[in-house]
């Protein structure tokens, strides 16, 4: 796919926007420090799968964006339904205020669970909807007469944003350790992350093993648990540490004789990345709180919203100020953002996304698995559109060589620690498919070949 920037006049291009960026901007889940040796990479447009440089190079999208593009940049369904809405209105408050956009992406998503979560509360981003699910399983437990339900469980390893409540509930250490003593003490109990099977078990052993203590967690302490927090299927910032369905069930089945909400953060694995549209369809269950966001939008706007079940909603209906859900964010139910996820749910209903992806999944997945034959990697290990391996022996800052490495094979992958992932959006095709494959063997046989003498801390990318 030939650019449409002319290289001869953008000609050192690149330098001159990551010199001002290292300037002026200060980038996320970056160390600074490191900005001269991984110099940021500059955009300048994006077409499908690809995004372009300042100088016409293209990369392939092979993260997503960060997990959020589903169906490729400039998708011309999703621009025109942004068009569409900038000709009528942008934003109004939703407080006092209504809109098309906001109401019918809430009733449309409900349908989605057959109106088993009834209400949608919106906010920005994936913290916010954290943080929404958190206050209001506490607020409605108060509201019930039970105020000593205030304490939260959360897996280890799990990662839930990084603003102060959704640090708490966070199992991450780069993020979570500088900052604990502003934070809270979740209940933390064993990830049901299948690379920790023992000898002679499965994934869904390790899952009844983990279930195994939180039910007995929960039977010890539900008088003091409001809820517990999973991210259903794959935690994402752990590394894609993925589980078998059977432990959703498990944590379904204990929640209720126990008397505790469940939240289930589909902020990364909903919108159909892990196969299915919520990821907690898998297992056959419903949460009593949904978080997403990142997909909802297509990746075109930040959108975060709370599924609530009636029954936690009517706990809030109450002359009385005190008992109400008094939260708020300035840009609730942005209508630009709710109009491109209404485009983006059009999209998953007119093209058959799913049965489609299961094809793309399947590609993947047979030409990676050939593809690491031989290779000095273990745990390889897919769901949905995501798909991961490990890596032996990496040597010291791996995440950020092979980051580099992939840059220069046409690729934009970040890596978790040793951990290679692969999610590209939806619009990736059998032949971009084969490109991704060996761009990153490509890569991961350069990053290897690169590998320093001395141990050195490795870089914080994701």
């Known amino acids: 796919m030939p650019s449409t920037i002319d290289p001869s006049l953008e000609k050192n291009a690149n330098a001159s926007w990551q010199r001002r960026s290292r300037r002026h901007v200060w980038h996320p889940c970056t160390q600074s420090i490191r900005l001269e040796a991984v110099p940021p990479l500059p955009i300048a447009r994006?077409?499908?799968?690809?995004?372009?440089?300042?100088?016409?190079?293209?990369?392939?999208?092979?993260?997503?964006?960060?997990?959020?593009?589903l169906f490729g940049h400039a998708h011309p369904a999703l621009?025109?339904?942004?068009?569409?809405?900038?000709?009528?209105?942008?934003?109004?408050?939703?407080?006092?205020?209504?809109?098309?956009?906001?109401?019918?992406?809430?009733?449309?998503?409900?349908?989605?669970?057959?109106?088993?979560?009834?209400?949608?509360?919106?906010?920005?981003?994936?913290?916010?909807?954290?943080?929404?699910?958190?206050?209001?399983?506490?607020?409605?437990?108060?509201?019930?007469?039970?105020a000593r339900k205030r304490r939260f469980v959360a897996l280890r390893q799990g990662y839930h944003g990084e603003t102060l409540g959704a640090l708490h509930v966070t199992d991450v250490p780069v993020f979570r350790d500088?900052?604990?003593?502003?934070?809270?003490?979740?209940?933390?109990?064993?990830?049901?992350?299948?690379?920790?099977?023992?000898?002679?078990?499965?994934?869904?052993?390790?899952?009844?093993?983990?279930?195994?203590?939180?039910?007995?967690?929960?039977?010890?302490?539900?008088?003091?648990?409001?809820?517990?927090?999973?991210?259903?299927?794959?935690?994402?910032?752990?590394?894609?540490?993925?589980?078998?369905?059977?432990?959703?069930?498990?944590v379904r089945d204990a929640c209720d004789r126990h008397g505790v909400h469940l939240i289930a953060d589909e902020i990364a694995v909903g919108c159909g990345r892990t196969g299915s549209f919520f990821a907690s369809e898998q297992a056959g269950i419903w949460p009593d709180f949904l978080c997403l966001s990142k997909g909802i939008s297509g990746g075109y706007l930040p959108l975060a919203l709370v599924m609530a079940r009636d029954a936690i909603h009517q706990a809030f209906v109450d002359d009385d100020a005190a008992?109400?859900?008094?939260?708020?964010?300035?840009?609730?139910?942005?209508?630009?953002?709710?109009?491109?996820?209404?485009?983006?749910?059009?999209?998953?209903?007119?093209e058959d996304v799913l049965a489609r992806n299961r094809g793309r999944a399947q590609r993947l997945q047979h030409r990676l698995l050939d593809a690491l034959e031989g290779q000095d990697?273990?745990?390889?290990?897919?769901?949905?559109?995501?798909?991961?391996?490990?890596?032996?022996?990496?040597?010291?800052?791996?995440?950020?060589?092979?980051?580099?490495?992939a840059r220069a094979h046409g690729l934009l992958m970040r890596p978790i620690g040793n951990t290679v992932y692969l999610m590209p959006p939806y619009a990736i095709d059998d032949d971009d498919i084969d490109r991704l494959v060996d761009g990153t063997l490509a890569a991961l046989d350069a990053a290897m070949a690169n590998r320093p003498n001395e141990g050195a801390r490795d870089a914080a990318l994701a």
């Open 46 to 69: 994006g077409e499908g799968v690809w995004l372009f440089d300042a100088e016409g190079r293209r990369y392939m999208d092979a993260t997503s964006s960060w997990w959020v593009n």
């Open 79 to 146: 621009n025109a339904a942004l068009k569409d809405q900038l000709d009528r209105f942008s934003h109004v408050m939703l407080a006092g205020c209504t809109h098309a956009p906001a109401v019918e992406l809430a009733e449309r998503l409900s349908a989605r669970t057959g109106h088993a979560l009834g209400h949608c509360f919106y906010a920005s981003d994936g913290a916010s909807a954290v943080e929404i699910a958190l206050k209001m399983s506490f607020h409605a437990w108060r509201n019930a007469g039970h």
């Open 178 to 250: 500088a900052y604990a003593p502003l934070l809270a003490n979740a209940h933390l109990v064993a990830s049901p992350d299948a690379r920790r099977a023992r000898p002679g078990e499965d994934a869904a052993a390790v899952a009844h093993r983990a279930a195994d203590e939180l039910d007995a967690l929960l039977a010890a302490q539900h008088d003091t648990i409001a809820a517990v927090i999973v991210e259903p299927l794959v935690q994402c910032a752990a590394g894609m540490a993925m589980h078998d369905p059977v432990y959703l069930r498990r």
């Open 323 to 350: 008992r109400s859900f008094l939260h708020s964010h300035s840009y609730t139910g942005n209508a630009l953002a709710c109009r491109a996820a209404l485009a983006t749910l059009d999209l998953f209903d007119s």
């Open 377 to 405: 990697v273990e745990h390889p290990r897919q769901r949905g559109m995501i798909a991961a391996f490990d890596v032996r022996a990496p040597g010291a800052r791996f995440a950020e060589r092979f980051h580099m490495a």
